[in-house]
């Protein structure tokens, strides 16, 4: 079972992209560690000429099931990013497919984004999601205020509601899976909206790589020694 288990991480893990768009002016970077051998967590991005796809997921659950709706909404997100489409209307076909035969009750929190890598234009559908922290310069900025569009798989038939940031150049946006603000240390305190926002408003942003590396070294700090809670995934992308 546990070298099953070994070569299905190494198949979840290859279901997400590794390396990074060589494309001048973009700075992206992702980060992704389950807490068990094979988790739920999921991210992806997709660049089409002048438009780049991203999505940061959270499957309800841990384990073999959330990594086996993780492997369907992975797959669903780049097949439908790669028809064009907004990513209100991504996250509503992929509402539509996931609830197909979901008699599990499974779901998948995400935030999905589509921004115009010439005029820095971002839109985006937040289906259930934590609020990623978007910057303003070079300063760690504030949440970013949304819809309260529902989880992905629970409900068929569901009309998801896109929105626009006009122009998100020279602001980093932070995106970020529950696994990080609920890291919790030996005491069972949680890393916290609070510390996690205080983290990126005194970082200085050097890279993208180097921001999600910083702090995965605070909470692994954090955590001093506890076992982590649940899966981990941060993305990073900055506009020039």
Request: proline share 5%; with cysteine; charged share 25%.
């Amino acid at each position: 079972i546990e070298s099953e288990l070994r070569i299905a991480r190494d198949i979840q893990m290859s279901m997400v992209p590794n390396v990074s768009p060589d494309r001048e002016g973009l700075d992206l970077y992702a980060a992704m560690t389950p807490a068990k051998e094979v988790g739920g967590d999921l991210y992806g991005y997709l660049l089409i000429g002048d438009s780049l796809y991203f999505c940061v997921g959270d499957v309800s659950g841990k384990g073999v099931p959330a990594s086996l709706f993780m492997a369907q909404a992975t797959r669903l997100f780049r097949t439908l990013a790669a028809q064009g489409m907004k990513p209100a209307e991504i996250a509503t076909r992929m509402n539509n497919a996931l609830t197909e035969g979901n008699d599990q009750g499974m779901f998948v929190t995400m935030f999905l984004g589509l921004v115009n890598l010439e005029t820095g234009r971002l839109d985006f559908c937040n289906a259930g999601h934590n609020p990623p922290v978007i910057g303003n310069g070079n300063q760690g900025g504030a949440f970013i205020e949304m819809e309260p569009n529902a989880p992905i798989g629970l409900w068929p038939e569901l009309e998801y509601v896109g929105e626009v940031i006009e122009n998100i150049k020279d602001r980093p946006l932070f995106v970020y899976t529950d696994g990080l603000n609920e890291a919790e240390n030996r005491q069972q305190e949680q890393f916290g909206d609070d510390r996690m926002l205080a983290f990126l408003k005194a970082s200085r942003f050097k890279s993208a790589k180097e921001l999600i590396e910083e702090l995965k070294s605070e909470v692994d700090k954090f955590r001093d020694g506890a076992e982590p809670n649940d899966d981990l995934t941060m993305l990073c992308l900055k506009v020039n």
